[in-house]
Nanobody, 123 residues
Framework: QVKLVESGGGSVQAGGSLRLSCAAS???????MGWFRQAPVKEREGVAA????????YYADSVKGRFTIVQDNAKNTMYLQMNSLKPEDTAMYYC?????????????????WGQGTQVTVSS
């Protein structure tokens, strides 16, 4: 049984930083995983993804240069380091795993989801 548990969300001022964690069980973070976010009345959008086996990372244009996705194989945990946060980054953030084909930024690509962690950035 796959379980993904996010943590690390919170409230920060613009320009601040947060590091989100996604602890996985029943699934190896050596496999393809992603981070998504969903703001109120908006669709869920892909933020970043990582394919450790091929050494690739993917980022939405809106977060390039500010967010970094990494994985820690020993802890079986994926992270999203978020720097220079902006009010428009405010959303519920979800980690995702279990790709079944499709684009990394599409929520339909992933079979497994965590419960989410809230990030609020104030101006």
């Amino acid at each position: 049984q796959v379980k993904l548990v996010e943590s690390g969300g919170g409230s920060v001022q613009a320009g601040g930083s947060l590091r989100l964690s996604c602890a996985a069980s029943g699934y190896s973070v050596r496999n393809f995983m992603g981070w998504f976010r969903q703001a109120p009345v908006k669709e869920r959008e892909g933020v970043a993804a990582i394919a450790p086996i091929v050494g690739k990372t993917y980022y939405a244009d809106s977060v390039k240069g500010r967010f970094t996705i990494v994985q820690d194989n020993a802890k079986n945990t994926m992270y999203l380091q978020m720097n220079s946060l902006k009010p428009e980054d405010t959303a519920m953030y979800y980690c995702a795993a279990g790709p079944n084909g499709g684009h990394w930024y599409s929520s339909s690509t992933f079979a497994y989801w965590g419960q989410g962690t809230q990030v609020t950035v104030s101006s």
